[in-house]
């Protein structure tokens, strides 16, 4: 079992930044890759961003590339979402989650947190 909290989430203009922190509980957090996603009103919840067990890789959908920056450090049992260069666009809830397999795909994550709310105003 995996218990995950997210914090860091705020209203900010545009252009700015925010950091995203997802807690996780359990001793096995290493064992799994973790994925941010986010889920704008009226809309599917749609993936972000997703990271390795090990740290090691990091994958990014187009449109937050070269923005956004996931990290994670295993000994906090922590998962971060640098946002830089926030735009309008980017308003949503957002959540992150847990998988034993990397990848975007959200079917294959099978804890989440509760979300955060990043709301960004031009």
């Known amino acids: 079992q995996v218990q995950l909290v997210e914090s860091g989430g705020g209203l900010v203009q545009a252009g700015g930044s925010l950091r995203l922190s997802c807690a996780a509980s359990g001793r ?6 973790m994925g941010w996603f986010r889920q704008a009103p009226g809309k599917e919840r749609e993936y972000v ?15 937050v590339k070269g923005r956004f920056t996931i990290s994670r450090d295993n000994a906090k049992n922590t998962v ?3 946002m ?7 308003t949503a809830v957002y959540y992150c989650a847990a998988s034993l397999l990397a990848t ?18 031009s």
């Open 49 to 63: 961003a997703h990271i390795t067990s090990n740290g090691r890789n990091t994958y990014y959908t187009d449109s």
């Open 28 to 33: 096995t957090f290493s064992s799994y890759a």
């Open 80 to 82: 971060y979402l640098q």
């Open 84 to 90: 830089n260069s926030l735009e309008p666009e980017d």
């Open 104 to 121: 975007s795909a959200r079917n294959y994550y099978g804890y989440w947190g509760q979300g955060t709310q990043v709301t960004v105003s």
